[in-house]
């Protein structure tokens, strides 16, 4: 979770929106690979379930990104968040 934290303000600083949204994606999709491979090797469950639960939370950000609407992020954490890369992309003309 804490690379997502981390990722995503550094990304608004130089990508666009449509960029961040690409990155995102791609993110997800590793994620839910990650924690497949993960569970057949027999890594760690709760190394496996965290990566695998990584997929929803960066959902809810591609779906704050793509329709501006903060209903699908409950996480207080998450609502920060969207409104920094909003912030930073507003100031950059990316929004």
């Not at 760690?44 to 704050?64: G, H, K, Q, T």
């Not at 998450?78 to 950059?92: F, G, P, V």
Request: with cysteine.
């Amino acid at each position: 979770m804490r690379e997502i934290d981390e990722m995503l303000p550094a990304l608004s600083e130089r990508l666009s929106r449509t960029e961040i949204i690409a990155r995102l994606r791609y993110e997800a999709e590793a994620a839910v690979s990650s924690a497949k491979r993960m569970r057949r090797r027999g890594v760690d469950e709760i190394v496996s379930e965290a990566r695998r639960d990584l997929a929803p939370r960066i959902d809810r950000i591609l779906n704050f990104l793509i329709h501006d609407s903060l209903l699908s992020v409950p996480d207080e954490v998450d609502r920060a968040l969207c409104e920094t890369l909003r912030e930073r992309l507003q100031a950059r003309g990316q929004w």
